[in-house]
T-cell receptor, first 113, second 108 residues
Framework: EPEVTQTPSHQVTQMGQEVILRCVPI?????FYWYRQILGQKVEFLVS????????KSEIFDDQFSVERPDGSNFTLKIRSTKLEDSAMYFC???????????FGPGTRLTVL | DAKTTQPTSMDCAEGRAANLPCNHS???????VYWYRQIHSQGPQYIIH???NNETNEMASLIITEDRKSSTLILPHATLRDTAVYYC?????????FGTGTRLQVFP
């Protein structure tokens, strides 16, 4: 069964450093998403992406964040200058169509020191 | 997107049916009811969704009331591996708004 994969599983970085989290969505899916979950809190929507453009983004997704589909398979989330409060699990998801069932990856645990 | 209300936690004996309720009294006509679950800190896992009719798949059944203001997710024979947080999400946009869900504990 096809699945969303994410790398790395755990990323540790120093405050102020840039990080790139990588995702490989399910191959025939056209819509891509990032969510995050701070420890003990709700899963929060960050951004949706379709046709090489951001479709929607939340208030959390400020200028420090960017997304890219650099090739036909990867979907990345970049945080330019990490803050302590960026420490969280980051989940990538994909769906075949918009407003359709989303399938999530296993997540990347980001720890900012 | 409509707001949902779920019990904070529930218990279920292994092998028995787990019935997880969800209230969504402000649901609008176009909005689907989605159920996801999250085991520990793993990625949310899709379970089932529906619009008006009851739905069943290999994982669960979804019963939606006629007025669509509430629904019930049924896991017919719960196992220990079904212990998780279950989220009822209502909407039709391309973003999922997660609440706090129901923590289901399946015990032997």
């Amino acid at each position: 069964e096809p699945e969303v994969t994410q790398t790395p599983s755990h990323q540790v970085t120093q405050m102020g450093q840039e990080v790139i989290l990588r995702c490989v969505p399910i191959s025939n899916h056209l819509y891509f998403y990032w969510y995050r979950q701070i420890l003990g809190q709700k899963v929060e929507f960050l951004v949706s992406f379709y046709n090489n453009e951001i479709s929607e983004k939340s208030e959390i997704f400020d200028d420090q964040f960017s997304v890219e589909r650099p090739d036909g398979s990867n979907f990345t989330l970049k945080i330019r200058s990490t803050k302590l409060e960026d420490s969280a699990m980051y989940f990538c998801a994909s769906s075949e169509l918009g407003a359709d069932t989303q399938y999530f990856g296993p997540g990347t645990r980001l720890t900012v020191l | 997107d409509a707001k949902t209300t779920q019990p904070t936690s529930m218990d279920c004996a292994e092998g028995r049916a787990a019935n997880l309720p969800c209230n969504h009294s402000t649901i609008s006509g176009n909005e689907y009811v989605y159920w996801y679950r999250q085991i520990h800190s793993q990625g949310p896992q899709y379970i089932i969704h529906g619009l008006k009719n009851n739905e069943t798949n290999e994982m669960a059944s979804l019963i939606i009331t006629e007025d669509r203001k509430s629904s019930t997710l049924i896991l017919p024979h719960a196992t220990l591996r079904d212990t998780a947080v279950y989220y009822c999400i209502v909407g039709y946009t391309d973003k999922l708004i997660f609440g706090t869900g129901t923590r289901l504990q399946v015990f032997p």
